[in-house]
Structure formats: structure tokens, C-alpha cells
């Protein structure tokens, strides 16, 4: 068999560019995937995938010219079945036989071997391993069909085809080239109206000829880099890209530096076939306006790289990726800076025309904006927003809290109705805060109006300041609560109003800022500001709450907790803001030597209590004169002394300490467990005995359900 390796490349128009990288990597991985099933490529094959705007392509090490044939072992029945009396085949077995392609004169070749309690009859023959152009036909035709195609488009064959002009074919861009090469050699097979050959086109303007013939598997990329002035692979252009936007940022001045912004790095890679930064600029008189709408109409609208300085303030410079390399560059540099004049200018006209009225001038008008057909405006969201801020302040700075909360989230929609973000909407809150200062309001309030959506994603930085946190929170669990008090849930992955992310986003807050809140409480508070809007508010609460703890969970573990530490401290329902000291507690505690005994012993006093029932209604109390056994007496003292101890740590907060302190009960609860009957028939024994229990388990408790820690 010959070993060589494979090249496939597909050919097209113009290839989405948000798309690219993701086509690239799954055409390789299926068609590599496909030969490996079937024995075209081995187990140490590596693909290569190359993706640029306009081919798709994989370069496939050991590849066979034919896999290897394969033995098959066939069961064809039992042999009560497949012979009569006399040993001949039955017309049953003539004809299985015909379907696996034999014919009868298998018959005396066949193998009876037990399967089960019965004989049966196998058929052993040889099946031809596949060849590479039938092999690479099928992995081809998977491989397309299974790219994750954002849009399909059909078109119309012009040639090679049954009626051309008139067959049609759907791919993401039209197909104009196939090359398949072995080695050195074509392998013929088609695609796409396309039959395979070594020819395929370099840059549109700069290539040094066309088509390009490649000559084998191994000089695609090379070829094409010198002959086609194309660098093939996706992640070789990303790297040229920032090598070159550094080397740009320091010659363009000193302490400059392109803005960060990967998926703005993975689109221009994915517009260009060989980079060129260049440095272009437009007029100081542009800085006037927030830099942030500046950069966004740089990135979105012209793909290009904003120059920040040291202190990362916007300069008036900007980088540009070319497609092309002319040796004067001028005419392109001053194209760029004659394109962006325009899009500068409208920032700078809406922000101007924006500062002409006030933010508080613009909250009436919230009330002609429709919010939810179920919830009403945005004005009538803004009064239930303020509600919940104002409650929220009160409870964690009082009365001043809570009137600066209650300002900001009046304002915090008001700059949806501004130019600005009608035409930006990613600026919304950043560019209220920029308003509010304007109109004179101090910073807390302006802070606060432009972090109330914040966090907006898994990482970004929480709201700054106490009436930020204030609004953010309010802002998030109005949308939580009105949601789901009118049933509209995330289910798998479909979650259209963000809640998952809006859940994440409160228990972050109220975790990483430690803010002792109880969200029951809230959660109520929140819906009472929606009147009788909510059908059965106090179902959705509920509904509302666990899905919060779901949220809790995944984000401890996601903190580096284990599952048994975040479900000990979760089983409890302490105030979010506490659960990082007692999770740190926990696994202090799960590190002593005692921890491993008296989780244990706390889910066996669990059960105990649990199978009480309600018959025997269990009271923490214990009486002295009832205690009869020497461990029972013993358990007693020892808590008499230890747990007083532990609840003043607790009270203190000392989580850490508490039950630490609790650890020096094991040798009592082990003798206790070792030599006391506690469902003893004498009931008020029995009753006595579960008191002393309970008193245990709930001091036991206080921190963390101890028994979520038990193997």
C-alpha cells in the first residue's frame, strides 16, 4: 500500500468571515475523522486545517491508496435452521447466503461454532478494504455536509452537470475549484459540480500567476505563499496580524498599543489573504466624544484597530489591515482615514445633539416604549426597578442609599432614547453615565447609571460603588421575576431574555461583595412591584429561588469547590454573602482527622430524627436525671462544654474556629454511638435521647450540613 500524504482543497467566493475559522476546522476534522474510520488514515494521522477568505482546505498525513481488507465473521442462524436432516442448506440459508454475497457452494465452507445453548452456522470471508477515491468521495460528502454553514446559498451549475444553467447546487459561497492530490497525483473525485485537479488561484491582485498548479500534497502552503502571495493557514495569518500591530504600535509613537479584541482579530484574519498593517489618523477634534463610541464605530462598522496610549486613552491613530501590499502606500492610508471621517463625525453629531436635553427630560418618554406585552413600558419597568433599588438600598446603607438608588435607576433607561445609542446600542448605561455628568450629577449617580448592567458577561468587573450594586441588582431581578412570573423559563439551551446570566450576574454580587442580603425576602419584595401582574407570584418565587441556588452551585464549583463542599454549605440557606467564610471553613474542617467520623455520625443522627416522625415530635431539650449510660452522660458533659465554644465562633463569625472546636465531640459521639440504644422502648428514654441528638445536630449544623460530607 502506498503512504502518502493527502491535500484537499475547496475553492470559493468570497467565505463569511465570522464563520471562517469554525468552517476551517470542522472540514478538516470530519474528512480526517471519515478516512480514519475507514482505514485510510492511521491512528497517528494529523490534519491540518487552512482556511482563508476564499478555500477551504486539509492537509491529512498516512494516508493509504487502499485500506487494508478486513476479515468478516457473519452469524447467519442456527443450524437446527440452516440444515435439514440430510445436512443440506435450507432455502433459508441459500438465501442469507445470497445476501451476504455468497452463493451455495459457501455451504461446506461455513463454521458451526455454540452461540448461546445452540449451534449456529458463521460465514468467514475477506471484504476488500476500500481505495482512496472511493473513501475520499464519502469523506468529502460528509465533511461538506456537516459544516456549520451559517447561511445556505443556492446557485446554478454552468457546466459539468445534467442541465447546466439549470441544476443547482447549495453551499455557503459558490464552488469554483477542487484540488485533491495523493503524493503528487489527482485523485478524481467530485464535488459541488467540481471534478478534482491540482489547479487553484492565489491572491485576487498580487499572485505571481494563474491558476497556480500545485504540485504536491506537502507545497500546497508553500506554493501558494510564493507563487499566489497567500499565507493558507487561518492561525499563521492571525500571528503575522499581531506581530505586525505591535511592530505598527511602536513606530506609530512611543507607549502605544492596539486595543485587544480577539474575535475583532479573528474577523480581519479571516478578510485577508496576506496582511499589511498600515497607520492611518483622523482630526484631534474627534477626542472630544467618549472614546468608547469612537472605538466601537472604528471596530464594528470599519474593522479597524484603535491606538491607545499608556494610560489607555483613544489616540487620534489607527491601524488598518490591508489585503493588498502596494509599494506606495499613501492612496490606501488616505482611502482609510477618508472613510472613518464620516462615521467620526456622526459620533461626534449625536453626542453633541444628545447633551441638548437632559436625561431627566427624556424619562416621560419611556412610558411610549413598549417593555413586554405581559409587562408593560419601560417607564412602568422603570417604577418597578426603582422600587426594588430603593428596598435594596434601605437594607444596605439606609436612607441615603436608597434615594441615590432610587435617582439612578429613574435615569438608568432614560439614554435608550438617545441618538447615541439608537445607533450604538452596545453603548447603552456607558453613555447615560457620560449624560448624567453633563447634566451636572455627581459621579456615584453617574457610575451607578452606567453599571447597572454590569456584570454583562461570565468575568466582566462587578458595579462600582454601593448605589451601582443597587440598581445592577434591582435591575436583574425585575427581569428574573417578571419572567418567570409569566412563565417564561429557560429551557435547555434556549434562554432569549439572558437569565441564566442575569441569576449569575446577582449571585456574584452578593457573594463577591459579601452583602447580606436575604433573597427570599428580596425575591418578594421584587414581586410586590409588580401589583397583579404576576398570575401566582408565590409559585414563581419558588420557581425563581432554585433556579438561583442551581446557579449558586455551578458557580462555586466553578470557584473551585468540590460538589460535596458547595451542597454542605448551600443545604444550610445562609446569606450568599457568608458563603466563601464558610466554605473555607468546610474544607479546613474536611482536612481533620475527626472530620470523616463525625460526618458520618451527623448523617446517622440525621436518619435517626428523620425516622422520629411526627408521632414522636423531637424536642432539643434534654433532661439530666433521664440520662442513664455512661456514654450518653459522657456526650452530654462534652457538649455542655464545647458547644457554647462553637456557637460563640459562629456568632463572631469564625466559621474556621466553630467547627474546629466542634471536631473535639468525635471520641464522644463514637462512644455514644458505641454503647447507647437510642430508640429505646421506654419512651421518655427515647425522647431524651434524640433531644440530646438534636442538640447535637444543630450545633453540628450551624456552619454547613456536615452530613452532605459523608462518603
Not at 498525513?61 to 443450524?79: C, F, I, N, S
Not at 496580524?241 to 505591535?246: F, P, V
Not at 417604577?383 to 438608568?412: F, H, N, P, T
Not at 460563640?648 to 447507647?676: I, K, M, N, W
Request: aromatic residues 6%; hydrophobic residues 45%.
Amino acid at each position: 500500500m502506498t503512504v502518502q500524504n493527502l491535500l484537499i482543497e475547496l475553492f470559493v467566493e468570497e467565505l463569511p468571515p465570522k464563520a471562517l475559522k469554525k468552517l476551517g476546522e470542522a472540514f478538516a476534522s470530519v474528512l480526517h475523522e471519515q478516512l480514519k474510520a475507514q482505514g485510510l488514515a492511521s491512528e497517528g494521522s494529523v490534519a491540518t486545517a487552512y482556511a482563508s477568505p476564499r478555500r477551504l482546505a486539509a492537509h491529512v498525513t498516512q494516508v493509504v491508496g487502499k485500506a487494508a481488507d478486513k476479515a468478516v465473521q457473519q452469524k447467519l442462524m442456527p443450524v437446527s435452521v440452516g440444515l435439514d436432516a440430510s445436512g443440506n442448506a435450507t432455502p433459508a440459508l441459500l438465501k442469507r447466503l445470497q445476501a451476504a454475497g455468497a452463493d451455495a457452494s459457501a455451504v461446506p465452507l461455513l463454521r458451526r461454532a455454540m452461540d448461546g445453548k445452540a449451534e449456529a452456522l458463521f460465514y468467514d470471508s475477506v471484504a476488500p478494504g476500500t481505495t482512496l477515491e472511493a473513501g475520499l468521495q464519502k469523506a468529502l460528502g460528509e465533511a461538506i455536509a456537516k459544516l456549520p454553514i451559517p447561511k445556505v446559498m443556492t446557485y446554478q451549475l454552468e457546466s459539468g452537470c445534467e442541465l447546466p444553467g439549470w441544476s443547482s447546487v447549495q453551499f455557503v459561497r459558490p464552488a469554483h475549484g477542487l484540488v485533491a492530490l495523493h503524493g503528487d497525483a489527482v485523485v478524481p473525485v467530485t464535488a459541488l459540480g467540481l471534478t478534482a485537479g491540482r489547479a487553484t488561484h492565489g491572491h485576487r491582485f498580487e499572485a505571481a500567476r494563474d491558476p497556480i498548479e500545485i504540485g504536491t500534497a506537502d507545497g500546497y502552503a508553500a506554493t501558494l505563499r510564493e507563487q499566489g502571495a497567500v499565507i493558507a493557514s487561518f492561525e499563521e495569518r492571525r500571528a503575522a496580524i499581531e506581530a505586525q500591530l505591535q511592530a505598527a504600535a511602536a513606530r506609530a509613537g512611543e507607549g502605544l498599543s492596539p486595543i485587544e479584541d480577539e474575535a475583532l482579530l479573528d474577523e480581519v484574519t479571516a478578510l485577508v489573504e496576506r496582511p499589511n498593517v498600515l497607520t492611518c489618523a483622523f482630526e484631534t477634534e474627534f477626542l472630544e466624544v467618549p472614546q468608547e463610541c469612537l472605538i466601537l464605530t472604528m471596530k464594528a462598522n470599519q474593522k479597524y484597530f484603535p491606538l491607545l496610549d499608556a494610560q489607555a486613552r483613544l489616540t487620534n491613530k489607527f491601524l488598518v489591515v490591508s489585503n493588498i501590499s502596494p509599494a506606495d502606500p499613501s492612496a490606501v492610508i488616505e482611502g482609510n482615514e477618508r472613510v472613518v471621517r464620516p462615521r467620526l463625525a456622526d459620533a461626534k453629531f449625536f453626542f453633541d445633539q444628545d447633551r441638548k436635553k437632559s436625561l431627566a427630560e427624556r424619562v416621560p418618554a419611556l412610558a411610549k416604549v413598549v417593555y413586554h406585552n405581559k409587562l408593560g413600558t419601560q417607564g412602568e419597568r422603570t417604577e418597578r426597578v426603582r422600587a426594588i433599588a430603593s428596598a435594596v438600598g434601605q437594607q444596605l446603607g439606609g436612607e441615603v442609599l436608597a434615594k441615590a438608588a432610587d435617582q439612578a435607576a429613574m435615569l438608568a433607561k432614560a439614554d435608550l432614547l438617545t441618538d447615541m445609542v439608537g445607533e450604538f446600542p452596545e453603548l447603552q448605561g456607558i453613555m447615560g453615565g457620560y449624560y448624567a455628568r453633563h447634566d451636572g450629577l455627581s459621579e456615584d449617580i453617574a457610575f451607578a447609571i452606567e453599571d447597572h448592567y454590569k456584570p454583562r458577561f461570565a468575568g466582566d468587573e462587578l458595579p462600582r460603588g454601593q448605589a451601582g450594586t443597587a440598581v445592577a441588582l434591582a435591575d436583574k431581578l425585575e427581569t428574573l421575576v417578571g419572567m418567570f412570573g409569566i412563565g417564561n423559563l429557560p429551557t435547555g439551551d434556549k434562554d432569549p431574555f439572558a437569565l441564566r446570566r442575569h441569576a449569575l450576574g446577582i449571585v456574584r454580587m452578593l457573594v463577591e461583595k459579601k452583602l447580606p442580603l436575604d433573597m427570599p425576602a428580596v425575591i418578594a419584595r421584587a414581586a410586590s412591584a409588580f401589583g397583579s401582574l404576576l398570575p401566582d407570584a408565590e409559585k414563581s418565587n419558588a420557581q425563581l429561588l432554585n433556579f438561583f441556588y442551581e446557579r449558586v452551585a455551578g458557580y462555586l464549583r466553578e470557584l473551585g469547590y468540590s460538589v460535596r463542599e458547595a451542597d454542605a454549605v448551600i443545604a444550610v440557606r445562609p446569606l450568599w454573602g457568608e458563603m466563601p467564610e464558610r466554605l473555607d471553613a468546610v474544607r479546613a474542617f474536611a482536612k481533620l482527622p475527626e472530620a470523616p467520623a463525625l460526618a458520618a455520625a451527623n448523617k446517622r443522627i440525621g436518619n435517626i430524627l428523620k425516622k422520629a416522625g411526627e408521632t414522636d415530635q423531637v424536642n432539643a431539650a434534654v433532661n439530666e436525671q433521664l440520662l442513664q449510660e455512661p456514654a450518653e452522660k459522657a456526650l452530654h458533659a462534652a457538649m455542655q462544654a464545647v458547644v457554647p465554644r462553637a456557637d460563640a465562633q459562629f456568632e463572631a463569625g469564625d466559621y474556621t474556629g466553630s467547627l474546629q472546636t466542634l471536631a473535639a465531640l468525635r471520641e464522644p459521639v463514637d462512644a455514644f454511638f458505641d454503647g447507647v440504644m437510642v430508640n429505646a422502648e421506654q419512651a421518655d428514654l427515647r425522647l431524651n435521647r434524640q433531644g440530646l441528638l438534636k442538640t447535637l445536630h444543630q450545633a453540628m449544623n450551624r456552619v454547613a450540613d456536615l452530613s452532605r460530607l459523608a462518603a
